[in-house]
């Protein structure tokens, strides 16, 4: 057994009101015995919380003490293809946040997400702060649409008060580096960039990289959690101890 099947606790499923008149919306909580951080974490446009990157990133943070609170959008919930409005996914992420604190009311918070699932949770941190949320962690920020390069998308990071980890792939066809550089320069100490190497915007890898997509996941995996030390320091300290 590796230290990934060793350390995850089964998925609790969960859900709760998105208070958007769409209903209730499914979760699943992933808590390690060792957590010491939560990370509420968002799925991407097309694919929901249960697809196999989501579930793979659940696990690997457990194994660094990482629990996670994955939930769904209402329109992945009901099955539809078509995302919603922004209102309603920003509500949806204000909703996943006060469900997560209910949930773990022990655990400092993190949230952030996939692609889409990022960008609406910062758009609703830079609407109002999300109560209870340290940091926001992008698995791989949505800059602009492919081959359309802007930082139009960006605008509203300026109004996130908390600091944020971008995990930008060198083949993201959604964030152009550069652009992605230019953006954490301008948000300053508040933004974190790390490159992964070769990964496009799901994180996979060629062949003739010399490395593996399950060695990509294992990076994110410690770099969200190195970063999340750095938030919470003396919650680790406390569930080592």
């Known amino acids: 057994m590796n230290r990934d099947e060793a350390q995850t606790a089964a998925p609790i499923e969960t859900g709760f009101d998105t208070g958007t008149g769409a209903g209730r919306v499914s979760a699943l909580l992933v808590r390690p015995p060792d957590a010491w951080l939560l990370y509420v974490l968002a799925h991407g446009a097309g694919a929901g919380m249960r697809h196999p990157f989501m579930e793979d990133v659940a696990r690997r943070l457990a194994a660094r003490g990482v629990a996670t609170f994955r939930y769904q959008f209402p329109y992945m919930e009901a099955g539809r293809r078509r995302p919603d409005p922004p209102r309603i996914l ?125 060695e990509v996941l294992d990076e994110l995996a410690d770099v969200v959690a190195r970063w999340g030390r750095g938030l919470a320091p003396s919650a680790e300290t406390a569930a080592i101890a």
């Open 90 to 214: 920003q509500a949806a992420v204000r909703a996943a946040v006060a469900a997560a604190r209910e949930a773990a009311p022990d655990l400092p918070l993190i949230a952030g997400g996939k692609s889409l699932g990022g960008r609406m949770t910062s758009s609703a941190a830079a609407e109002r702060p999300l109560e209870g949320v340290r940091g926001i962690a992008f698995l791989g920020f949505p800059l602009h649409p492919p081959k359309q390069p802007s930082v139009e998308r960006a605008a509203h990071l300026d109004g996130v008060g908390v600091p944020m980890l971008f995990l930008q792939g060198t083949r993201d066809d959604l964030a152009d580096l550069g652009l992605i550089r230019q953006v954490c320069a301008r948000l300053g100490a508040r933004a974190t960039l790390h490159v992964v190497e070769g990964a496009d915007h799901s994180f996979h890898v060629l062949r003739r990289s010399g490395r593996t997509d399950a």
